[in-house]
């Protein structure tokens, strides 16, 4: 690509043909004020913020869409240029309720840190605005329209990024407002509540139920860790107040998801409402009731010895690479909480958004492995991308698709995708075996297979490989984390045990089968990495600091009584 | 006295049927034109200097040699949206002479190898709708529409679209936007619609006059048309005269006509013998002239030397009993309603104009709010993301030139000339939309 010579600001830069003047900035370190732009969506020029001086131009141009060209001249802060972002400021302002002292948002708002910027110290224009009904319709956030600058972040994030085209504009001018589907209730829409839009947004308009006034910008400490509920390992933020995890948002700058989350793993940790296990409990005539570490890891040594060597250790997704490696002091067999994950042909995720036609084997996508089946939405969206999902049951996936087939009509996937580029095959452990034959049929073909835990791979890699499926033993230890649901078989395992011991975050539904039941640090209470479907080893950091004992802790000590 | 040329048969009964137009010179410029080259066509539009008469004057010739690619699908839209308050002379050319548009648009169409041609046209023209369905019926059924055109390997579908009632999608982007389905509000320019247009492919967009033009043009030539009117606006121009005259109604002249011409002569002068205080060129978006700037040209060049523009060539007369401020106020109201909302200046702007001259009209405040506005409308100024924002600051700086009556109003608290101040209906509904949805 060609370069072109640009001065910002009396700064020559270097900068690739085809660059907007904010982009020439941002490589020049050169901060041009923003509002509608947003680094991960499409620049539409809207709010008229970053308004900057060219020379050559009659009128000042957004810096966020205007290209450069050869020996242009930018200034972003002369005085015309203030005075127009002022302007817009004001105006801004003015339209609808910033009253920032009732706003959860003040303290982190764009459009009130861009006012202290540029120094607005009163209300220039009159205040004369319609009230708008709030729209909390939504389980996990409310929409104000009174905080909204109709920036259209949220909208066009949804579809963009998310491929999933919930929102969108109804009225004209100062009636605009932000509406869902064909103006539906926000609960009532097809929003699948990943929370992206949410996160995009620069006010308060859009507004977390969970971290609504709890802490400003200043207040609270960001720390970049994953999400363990899928084998994708989306990079998440956990934003942190006084020792507490307040909101979960993704890491703009992180692979596989880039800044995608989807409401499992953005939502459901905080609003969590089973019981978390804070002490150990020893199962006593029947009755689970409070005991000291020592006296439970005693209890659970006495009756695992009494197993003897049939002893099986079950380990969830939620288990890191440093944790796995610790269970090998444990007796007996190790298994995983689910099937063992199948291997694909090393495609990473990226090829989601690269390939034309999808396949979707025996899965589902806008169940689990939510942000992989955003990058098929918007490719279907806005790549004219093609999907067929192969399941004998209805999918939430089905509206992208253009045909969905049963298992035994395969055939009909394979003729359709045998023209494409670059068809994409996406399974998880289920659909393993067609897929294979699918692959077979299908010489250009991507498989993408899909972990069925979040890390299962880093667990292979400690050597806890085989799933479970019913192995047989007198006693299990089961190492839960955040796990949500006993799946069947283990279930039905455990309840023919003699004896189980289990290290879990929360109570449920552990504390239907335990006997003796050990508290676990979440997710966000631990440090360690794991590695996800494509192999990838992340990092996770604690963003909370717990007294509780870790796994490592429990195994070397267990071990030691055994 | 000027012969007309656009309005020629709309005096006939019956004018707007294929009869009537083939029996009065119609569809004799097509045959012409298909045995023509393209560029050739190009080179005669070019030579002719026909200007776009939806108002911004761009040459029409310079506009379709950028349709350059080959052997892409391209379109071709007729601007039939007419929305521009005082401006009624689409109408007039759609609802009397339907096909001489259809054979200026089949012309242009063939120019630059467009295959699809829509016509968007305003959702209320109920009659121009009826008219123009019944006008493309007829020209297919006679050939000069369809497949292979008058026997040539030329190909031309042309379908009828309505809009919903938006100004703004007159504007040519956002017109495309509304065709394509989607929420009418303007694209990012560049690319222009010849580049990048309808369904991402290069679009042809004209007014419906400028299209009334080109059958003339292949008629009778460039020469003759640039004959007509000055030296860089040339041809014919259909004038809509409102207001404070005599007669009101739509006037075919030479461009550069004088402007005291088209209102004592054409429009016979001012009822009650009272003087012109004000005239606003071309529609609501062009910057009125005083009575005193009457002797003006009603061309491209000479209104812009005046500082007004020629705009869609709307006239609106108002006598000395006006209230400018009134005026500025409804003009404030009428971008207000139909800003689209994308951009701040203009979607907040307009309503913070409208608040202001209604709190001076009202005579409320003082004069501050005067130097408020004037601060307001420099600050919209080239700030919005289309032409509709500019339209409003150009509006109102030509209002201005009657600040001394501004001044007025908040001196005396009232009108000085005395007139009753009307609120109109609030511009923003109550609660617009706002659906209540409790708390879950
Ligand atoms: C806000 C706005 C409204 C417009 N409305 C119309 C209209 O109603 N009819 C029209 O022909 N052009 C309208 N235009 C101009 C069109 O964008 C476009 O320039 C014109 O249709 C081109 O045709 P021409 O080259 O034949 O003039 C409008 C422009 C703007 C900015
Ligand atoms: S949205 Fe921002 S500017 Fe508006 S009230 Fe809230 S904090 Fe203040
Ligand atoms: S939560 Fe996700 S799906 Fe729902 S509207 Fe926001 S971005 Fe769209
Ligand atoms: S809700 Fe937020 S992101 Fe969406 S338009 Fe309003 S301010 Fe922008
Ligand atoms: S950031 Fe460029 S117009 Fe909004």
Redesign the pocket.
Known sequence: MTNVRVTIDGQEVLVPAGSTVLEAARLAGIKISTLCDHPAIEPIGACRVCLVEIEKQRVLQPACTFPVSEGMVVHTNSERVQESRRFVLQLLFSERNHFCMFCQMSGSCELQSLAYENGLDHWEFDRAFTKFSVDASRKYFAMDHNRCILCRRCIRACDELVGNGTLGLKNRGANTIIIADLDVPFGESSCVSCGTCLQICPTGALMDRASAYMGAKNEITRVKSRCMACSVGCGVELVVRDNRVIRVEGDWEAAPNKGLLCEIGRFHPLHEERHRLRKPLVRREGILVEATWEEALRAAAQGLKAAGQEVCTVASGFVTNEEAAALQALPGAKALMGSAPVAGDGSCLGVLDEADVYIMVNTDLAKDHQVAGFAIKRSVRHRGARLVVLSDQPTKMDDWAIARWTLAEADRAVRLAAEAQMPAIIYTPEGAALAETLAAQLPRAKRVALAPLGNALGLAQAGISQGFDGQKAAAYVVVAGEAPAMPAPLASALDKADFVVAQASYREPWDQVADVLLPMPTTFEKSGTMVNTEGHAYALSAAVKVTLPSVQEMAAQLGSLL | MFEPVLLKRASLPRSETIEVYMANGGYQALPKALEMKPAELIDLVKRSKLR?????G?P?GL?WGFMTPENVTKYLCV?T????PGTFKDRELVEKDPHQIIEGAIIAAYAVGAQRAFVYIRGEFFLGVKRWIKAIADAYARGFLGKNILGTSYSLDMSVHRGAGA??C???TAMIESLEGKRGEPRLKPPYPAQIGYLRQPTL???VE?LANVPHIVNRGAEWYASIGTEQSTGPKVFCVSGHVFRRGVYELPMGTPLHEIIYTHAGGVPGGKKVKAVIPGGASTPLLTGDELDVTMDFESLAAVGSALGTGAIIVMDEDTCIVDVARRTARFFAHESCGRCTPCRVGTQQAVRLLERIEAGEGDSRLIDQLVDLVDGMAGKTF???GD?LVAALRGTFKFMEEFHAHVALKRCPLGLPYQEGAPIREKAPGASTHAAA
């Open positions: 776009g008469r939806g108002g911004a761009f029409t506009k601007n949206d007419e929305g521009e100004y703004i007159g504007e040519e967009v004209h007014n400028t289309c032409p509709m339209a």
